[in-house]
Each structure stands twice: as structure tokens, then as C-alpha cells.
């Protein structure tokens, strides 16, 4: 179950956006975004299935050479542009008391699937502090030190991401050995049992569904729907 309900039904198509950023056409994407929202879709469902999806092609198209890192630089950065523009449009729950830092682990340069699911905590109402991409254990140390949150949220994409993520689930534990840990982006999907290993308690790559599932380690799932049934 996400922590959202998104319809599915009317995903926003991704050809003219993807088109847009490739040619590095800001003014296009933006106006692709601009009539989604026109049309009614929702700018949570605009991260989810119109930039996710288009970083994810322009990822594999500069995997597989058809083009270059300039390029990927220039339509990612297009896309950062976007975000910005829809952030101020996310819908926001109640805040529930609760903190959660975000941070890439070091080697992870890539921070935009990272902040899409910092948007998505935000908007399960979690106070959320995002430390960016490529965050050294040192650093993560000092932003634990200076305010300790009630979860922590790695991101690691790809398999040689394995021991930043292993160095900065050690570092968190000098300082908070008992602080729930999550993990978001592709490694541990393809590799689940490291998770219980490294004392993870949930990954998942889908924002809104990692955001789901702190609400539930948390119990305000569990509490909410106690509301509903009482209502």
C-alpha cells in the first residue's frame, strides 16, 4: 500500500518531457509540467511518473553511450529545475512529531531521486533535514552530533555504492547504535538480504511507498487507521 493515493489511471506521459530536457529545452519541460498540472495532475504524481521515469531513461542512455555525460548534466539540471517548481505545490499532511535525516552516502553523486523522497517524507509529515549527494561518514557524524533525528535515510543507487552505504550505517552507529535506519534507491532491491545484514529496517526505491513504510515502523499507520474506525 503506498502513502499515497495516486491514480494511476491518468499518469502523465513522458515523451514530450523527455524530448524537452534531451534537447536541452528548459522552457518546453517546464510548459510539459505547466499543462499537466493544468490538466489536473497532481505535482506528487508529476515527480513520481514524469521526472523519475524520464532520469531513468537518460540514465540508461548515457550507460549505453547514445549520449553524453554532458548531456545527462545538462537534462538533469532541467530537471532540478523542475522539482523546484513543484515543490512549493506538493500537499502537505499534518506534522506528526517526528524527524528523519536524508543523506546520499559517499560515493552517491546522484542526488535527485534522494530529494524526491525527502519531498515525499515531507509530505507524510516528517520534519526532514537533506544533507544532498555524496555525504562522507565524517559529515554524517557532525549532522547527527548536532541534531539527532527519529530515522535516518540513506540513499544508494548501485551495486559499488555497497561500501559507502556499509561506511555510513557504521558511522550513524557511533552515535545513535539504536537509531532506525531506511534505505532508498535500487541497491538492496537487488540485493534484500544484505539489509537484515547491515540492520536495515526497510528499503525501496518508490518514494511514496518508503514513505508509507517509516510512517508504519513509526505506528502512525496503525494509529490512523485506529481514527478511521472510530470515526
Known sequence: ????????????????????VLAND???????????????????????????????EIGRLWQDN???VAQEHLATA??????????SRLPRAEANGFSVLVACVEGEQHDMGARIGADFLEMAGFDV???GANVQP??????????????????ASLHFHLSGLRAAIAAARTVAPLL????GGALLQTAPR??????????????????????????????????????
Open 1 to 20: 500500500m503506498s502513502a499515497f493515493e495516486l491514480p494511476t489511471s491518468a499518469l502523465p506521459r513522458t515523451e514530450a518531457y523527455l524530448r524537452a
Open 26 to 56: 528548459s522552457r518546453a519541460a517546464l510548459r510539459v509540467v505547466e499543462d499537466e498540472l493544468a490538466a489536473g495532475t497532481s505535482a506528487a504524481l508529476l515527480q513520481l511518473f514524469l521526472v523519475v521515469p524520464a532520469q531513468h
Open 66 to 68: 547514445q549520449i553524453t
Open 78 to 87: 532541467i530537471s532540478q529545475l523542475v522539482l523546484s517548481r513543484l515543490y
Open 129 to 131: 533535514r537533506f544533507l
Open 138 to 155: 565524517a559529515k554524517l557524524i557532525e549532522a547527527l552530533q548536532g541534531h539527532l533525528p527519529t530515522l535516518l535515510a540513506l540513499s
Open 180 to 183: 532506525p535506519i531506511v534505505v
Open 194 to 231: 544484505l539489509a537484515d545484514e547491515l540492520g536495515v529496517k526497510a528499503f525501496g526505491a518508490r518514494a511514496d511507498e518508503l514513505a508509507f513504510t517509516c510512517r508504519q515502523l513509526l505506528g502512525l499507520e496503525a494509529a490512523r487507521a485506529r481514527e478511521v474506525e472510530s470515526a
